[in-house]
C-alpha cells in the first residue's frame, strides 16, 4: 500500500490539532475564499473530516482508490456511524451542479448497498442538482449546503444532521432540499 504525501500527512496533523474554535476560523477562510495554506479544496475536506471525527465518530481522511498505483478515485474522506458508511464529496464552491452528486452516484455503484454517500458544497446546489438527487434511484446520496455546515459547527455537531439527514431520506425518500426547489436559481 502506498502512503500518503508529505502534504498529505501535513494536512491530517493540522487538522487532527484543530477543536471547534479553529474549525469555525477556518470555515471563515473558506467562506472567504482565503485559505492560503491548504490546497484547493482540502480545507473544506478536512474540516468535514475532522467535524465528526470530533463527534467521535470514526472518520477517515482523503484517500486514493486503489492505494498505491495510479488512482481511479479520490475520495474525499470516509464516515461510519452505526452499520453504515458514508463516502464524502466536497466542493469548496460557490454553486455546484449535477457533477459532483453523478460522481458520488458512480463511486456508490460498486460498494454495498449499505453505503450512502454526502455531498458538502462551501454555498450552494443548483436547483439541476438538487432535483437530481432527489430523482436519482437508489437514494443513497445526502446534500450538506454552507447553511448545514454552518449551523453543525455553531452546534459543534455533525452526527446528529447525518442521521437526520439519513432519516429523512428514508421517511420521504427525498433529499432535504426538495421543499426549497422554488427559492433556487436555475
Known sequence: MAKPSETDLEYIKRAEKMKWPELNVLWKQIKAGNTPDWHSGKALEHLVIRAFR???LEAEYPY???PGGIAIE???GLVHMNCYTFLIECKDKEVVDIKAIAKLRNQLLRRPDT???CVFVAERFTAPALILADFSVPHRILLWSGVDIESCLQKKDFASTLLDKYRHLC?????DHSPNYKDLEV
Do not use: A, M
Not at 171 to 175: E, I
Open 54 to 56: 470530533l463527534n467521535k
Open 64 to 66: 486514493d482508490v486503489p
Open 74 to 76: 479520490e475520495i474525499d
Open 115 to 117: 453505503t450512502f454517500g
Open 171 to 175: 421517511k420521504y425518500g427525498l433529499t
